[in-house]
């Protein structure tokens, strides 16, 4: 499985793509294909059918998958879009701001 820094329910920014500046939080995080999926970011149509259950059908709009190259996390201390790095403390193992040194 792929390594991955950003994690479900992380503040980040969009870097490239349609959605460039939008700053939202990942729903859920993909490993195994790098990717995740971030709140109102890639949004696509798709054609749903109705089931047995009584779920109507028709058209709905959902997110799609991104690259994580895509997204960058957003610092809670400084605010800004930045790389991570990883240190300790007396937890274990923790992310840390580039910028800043902050940890998340």
Known sequence: MAKMNIKK????????????GVQA????????????????????????????????????????AIDVSNVALVCPKCGKPTR???GTNAEGKVRVCKKCGAEF
């Not at 195994?32 to 054609?47: D, N, P, Y």
């Open 9 to 20: 329910g992380d503040l980040v920014e969009v870097i490239s793509g349609k959605d460039k």
């Open 25 to 64: 939080n990942v729903l859920r995080a993909i490993p195994a294909e790098r990717k995740v999926i971030v709140e109102g970011v890639a949004v696509v149509k798709k054609a749903v059918r109705p089931n047995q259950m009584g779920q109507q059908g028709g058209i709905v709009e959902q997110e799609a």
């Open 84 to 86: 991570v790095g990883h």
